[in-house]
């Protein structure tokens, strides 16, 4: 995944032409093992997995990822990594936040399935909302309902190197 944040409005504009936004457990080296067989897209409940240019990628503009593993049990190739299976990404809030230009706003933390959201409370403004990256998951659920698509996914990479 590209270091740079690949934001909700970019996705759904296409702009792919960096490496999808991979599912849980896959790696660019685990995707050449994939046959572009689409059970994974078929299976997925929440339906974010799409065939891009042939491999699995995942639209978290459309629904949040709960890691119910159905990609990885019907995938008849080695692409899903069991013991893997994260995502490579996690959640950033960017300056575009409503809370940051004045106006209360705490749909991500809301929206937050493992509580990664916190609120820091500041004098003569609304809470800033704090992403705790060694809680996040990367499932995208405060992609979908941030209502000026201010968050996006920065890659784990990224976190660790800066």
Same mark, same amino acid.
């Given at each position: 995944?590209?270091?740079? %944040? ?38 997925? %409940? ?66 937050? %399935? ?32 941030? %209502? ?15």
């Amino acid at each position: 995944m590209d270091a740079n %944040p690949l934001s909700r409005r970019a996705f759904l504009k296409g702009d792919v032409t960096r490496l999808p936004v991979l599912p849980p457990g896959v790696s660019p080296s685990s995707l050449e093992r994939c046959t572009g067989c689409n059970r994974c897209v078929e299976r997925c %409940p929440t339906s974010i997995i799409r065939l891009i240019a042939g491999v699995p990628g995942v639209d978290l503009a459309v629904g949040e990822c709960t890691f119910c593993r159905e990609c990885l049990n019907v995938c008849p190739e080695p692409v899903f990594d069991a013991e893997r299976f994260q995502f490579d990404h996690v959640a950033q809030v960017s300056g575009g936040c409503l809370a940051a230009k004045g106006v209360a706003c705490q749909s991500c933390g809301e929206a937050c %399935p493992a509580q990664a959201i916190r609120f820091r409370p500041r004098i003569g403004g609304p809470f800033l909302p704090v992403i705790e990256t060694s809680a996040c998951t990367g499932c995208g659920a405060c992609l979908q309902v941030c %209502p000026v698509d201010a968050i996006a996914i920065r890659s784990l990479s990224e976190v660790s190197n800066g």
